[in-house]
């Protein structure tokens, strides 16, 4: 147990929909990730928090937002979802951004 | 722009014998090397990692070879046991601000047989 939570473990929606996948850190870590993990890529960068604020962003679309709350959890927020949004989703936790991550075991979202 | 490969999607071994995965990077700014294993249903948990300062970095039956003229690193598990049967996924950083930002592979996938 890495002690990264993430709910939920799985989600089904439609095309056109909106969800929000939530992420708890582990006790004491200040940064969270969030990574996206399809059939033919490996895990993709999009995004980091730090202490709420934003640090570092990768190819994350338009469509997708994040945040990270005062308590420290994060929740990724997905709109006008698509086919080609249904991956694995994974945040991932560090003390301050330059240790090693931990990582949740993921939300499996299916857009149908 | 696949800047971190794993050019070999699985991997099969005898117990007991070594396990190699390969990985090959294109961006000559990533000093940091990470492997990563990760069992179905699981998040992908750490498993060893090299500085671009060093050229070898061992932990137990773990170790990690960095060449960086030929921006290649390897993996050797020694001896390989059933339960390291997983996908290992080589990642790379770039320093700096960028920690945490890593770069992942598509994996490997080490099958293990008793």
């Known amino acids: 147990d890495s002690g990264v939570t993430q709910t939920p473990k799985h989600l089904i929606t439609a095309t056109g929909q909106r969800v929000t996948l939530r992420c708890s850190p582990r006790s004491g870590d200040l940064s969270v990730y969030w990574y996206q993990q399809s059939l033919d890529q490996g895990l993709q960068f999009l995004i980091q928090y730090y202490n709420g604020e934003e640090r570092a962003k990768g190819n994350i679309l338009e469509r997708f937002s994040a945040q990270q709350f005062p308590d420290l959890h994060s929740e990724l927020n997905l709109s006008s979802l698509e086919l080609g949004d249904s991956a694995l989703y994974f945040c991932a936790s560090s003390l301050d951004g330059y240790e090693k991550l931990f990582f949740g075991s993921g939300t499996q979202l299916s857009v149908l | 722009d696949q800047q971190v490969k794993q050019n070999s999607p699985s991997l099969s071994v005898q117990e007991g014998r070594i396990s190699i995965l390969n990985c090959d990077y294109t961006?000559?700014?990533?000093?940091?090397f990470l492997w990563y294993k990760k069992y179905p249903a699981e998040g992908p948990t750490f498993l060893i990692s090299?500085?671009?300062?060093?050229d070898k970095n061992e932990d137990g039956r773990f170790t990690v070879f960095l060449n960086k003229s030929a921006k290649h690193l390897s993996l050797h598990i020694v001896p390989s046991q059933p339960g390291d049967s997983a996908v290992y996924f080589c990642a790379a950083n770039a320093g700096g601000t960028s920690y945490g930002k890593l770069t992942f592979g598509q994996g490997t996938i080490l099958t293990v047989h008793p």
């Open positions: 090299i500085s671009s300062i060093k």
């Open positions: 961006n000559s700014m990533f000093d940091y």
